[in-house]
């Protein structure tokens, strides 16, 4: 098929990913990205397109792959995203990191924390003392295992999806690929 490459996901769902929608879906969706990347900024809205079009049929886990030599506060950012995952706010986290790209600094991170009712100064300090880095660095590796190079990568059912990040393109190959079985 031309919309995915004969590149596989090399590490499989697992207990540490964060997945969004019904674990027994017929598509599993991985996405690697990075808060700050600006192509990640508009996959956010393809992804949540297609979790609505696609309602129960679809699974949504992210991992992290921050691109740190040119999105400097995207370390930080995942880590957050992780600080927030401790506190049981993972998707609020993500959701709200990519709400707000342009402003990712540590300040901002603190009071997206606050906004989601924690401890601002404590939930930063988790960020900045590299609490959460350890589960960045997996994320991190397994993309690399699984030829990420760029954000976003997305994989559909363990297949790299290259083609367009578009909703009709993706859609028909998600459709496609669910139909192969």
Same mark, same amino acid.
């Given at each position: 098929? %031309?919309?995915?490459?004969?590149?596989?996901?090399?590490?499989?769902? %697992?207990r540490h990913d964060h997945i969004r929608g019904p674990r027994n879906a017929?598509? #599993?969706?991985?996405?690697? +990205? @990075? /808060?700050?990347?600006?192509s990640c900024g508009d996959a956010h809205w393809l992804v949540q397109a297609l979790e609505q079009k696609? !309602?129960? !049929?679809?699974? /949504?886990?992210f991992r992290h792959f921050p691109l740190t030599n040119i999105h400097p506060h995207a370390e930080h950012a995942s880590e957050a995203a992780e600080a927030a995952a401790a506190l049981g706010e993972f998707w609020e986290m993500h959701d709200m990191l990519f709400e707000n790209q342009d402003e990712l600094q540590d300040e @901002?991170?603190?009071d997206y924390a606050t906004?989601? +009712?924690f401890d601002g100064a404590r939930f930063l300090n988790d960020v900045i003392s590299g609490s959460y880095a350890r589960y960045i660095q997996e994320d991190v590796a397994s993309g690399i295992r699984s030829d990420v190079t760029? #954000?976003? #990568? /997305? /994989?559909? %059912? +363990?297949? !790299?999806? @290259? +083609?367009?990040?578009?909703? &009709?393109?993706?859609?028909? #190959?998600? &459709?496609?690929?669910?139909?192969q079985g």
């Open positions: 098929m %031309n919309a995915h490459a004969q590149v596989q996901l090399a590490e499989a769902i %697992n017929p598509i #599993t969706l991985v996405e690697y +990205g @990075d /808060f700050q990347c600006p696609l !309602r129960h !049929r679809v699974r /949504f886990a @901002d991170l603190a906004a989601l +009712g760029a #954000t976003p #990568t /997305f /994989f559909i %059912n +363990g297949w !790299r999806y @290259d +083609g367009e990040l578009d909703l &009709e393109p993706m859609l028909a #190959t998600i &459709e496609a690929v669910q139909q």
